[in-house]
């Protein structure tokens, strides 16, 4: 797979990731302020613990999708690491080979 596949593969991973922690955090949080309301409330629920209840969730969200986007910016970057050592090494093999190349001839010359 080439560089961009790769990224396309893992930003699109990434943002299911967000997407699906930001809609259960932010759900459990409007549900906890729901649920308190509607037992510790006399009337039920009005708007003002809708609007509450809508705010945290968002919130909850908000701060669940920026954990799980750092998780996954970190983990690209080890990713990208271990990519980038395997290919120096692999470069550095050749070189290695290139370097005995220019020796062997080195020495016929003289």
Do not use: D
């Not at 593969?9 to 809609?23: D, M």
């Not at 809508?54 to 909850?60: D, E, K, M, N």
């Not at 690209?76 to 550095?92: D, P, S, Y």
Request: no cysteine.
């Amino acid at each position: 797979m080439g560089v961009v596949g790769h990224l396309l593969g893992g930003l699109r991973r990434a943002i299911g990731r967000i997407l699906l922690w930001f809609l259960i955090f932010g759900l459990i949080g409007a549900a906890i302020v729901e649920g308190v309301s509607l037992f510790e409330g006399r009337g039920g629920p009005t708007t003002v613990t809708h609007i509450v209840a809508a705010a945290i969730g968002i919130v909850l969200g908000y701060a669940a999708g920026l954990t799980v986007l750092m998780v996954e910016v970190i983990r690209f970057l080890i990713a990208a690491v271990k990519e980038a050592e395997k290919t120096v090494e692999g470069e550095m093999g050749n070189l290695g080979g290139i370097v005995g190349e220019v020796g062997k001839a080195i020495e016929k010359r003289l």
